[in-house]
């Protein structure tokens, strides 16, 4: 474990701290939303557009470690329903966005928002730190064959519900309001990315994405060798 004075949206050196052998890197951060919405998340670090306001580089997403990625997601879950904290706080994963980009090292990042009475609630607290114990106490994180989304909103409520019941275990989510600026380099790094081994699958949100772009999307992933589910 180790602690920054930088900003973890510019946490570009993580490659070689704390530990150059570790597997994955998870990174304990504060969320901020508009919405203050009470919440406990994970997600993947990227800049799926042109974009690049908090950190990394426009057009290039993070390596996601889509398998510790679900240990922490479920074990999040658990803990945060054992402190009943579900009637407060929405579990969620987040659609891939901010810095860091550059790391070759696989990144999740796990998260309490959105405001200094979550980030100061010693029971989210120690519901993420029990998340993090669980993930790093597994030499196999399990079962994963890592899948990409595409669509539904920053906080895809169909994605999180399909990994917390292990229909599927997510890397890169690029939702649906990215995804129409989306290149096609944009959607092979969010395949090829997402650890380990790269998505197999890609699901896609039906509602959120018309069918003009479902077709391109398709497209572009049977080329990249990914079959297609639409939810």
């Known amino acids: ?22 597997y994955a890197v998870i990174v304990l951060s504060r969320h ?15 800049n799926p557009t ?13 390596y996601a470690a889509a398998d510790v990625g679900l240990v922490l997601l479920q074990a999040y879950a658990k803990r945060a ?12 994963l987040e659609a891939t966005h901010h810095g860091p980009t550059g790391n070759r090292k696989p990144l999740t990042f796990i998260e309490i928002g959105s405001t200094q009475a979550e980030w100061s609630d010693r029971r ?9 114990i669980e993930a790093i106490s597994v030499e196999t994180p399990g079962s994963c064959r890592p899948a990409i989304g595409l669509g539904s909103t920053h906080y895809p409520r ?11 275990c997510f890397g890169h989510i690029i939702s649906k309001h990215a ?8 959607i092979a790094q969010a395949v090829q990315k997402s650890s380990p081994g790269g998505a197999r699958e890609a699901v896609i949100e039906k509602s959120s994405v018309k069918s003009t772009l479902r077709q391109q999307l398709k497209e572009v992933l ?10």
């Open 158 to 168: 169909p994605f999180t519900v399909m990994e917390l019941r292990g229909e599927a």
């Open 179 to 186: 995804i129409k600026q989306v290149h096609e380099d944009v």
């Open 32 to 46: 901020e939303s508009s919405s203050k919405t009470k919440s406990l998340t994970v997600h993947y670090p990227g």
């Open 50 to 62: 042109d974009e690049s306001r908090f950190g990394g580089r426009p057009r290039e997403l993070a």
């Open 124 to 132: 989210a607290l120690e519901a993420l730190a029990d998340a993090v």
């Open 222 to 231: 049977s080329a990249l060798g990914v079959t297609v589910r639409e939810v």
């Open 1 to 22: 474990m180790a602690g920054f004075d930088v900003d973890d949206v510019n946490l570009e050196f993580l490659d070689v701290t704390p530990d150059p052998d570790a």
């Open 81 to 92: 329903e054992e402190s009943g904290l579900l009637d407060e706080y929405e579990v969620t």
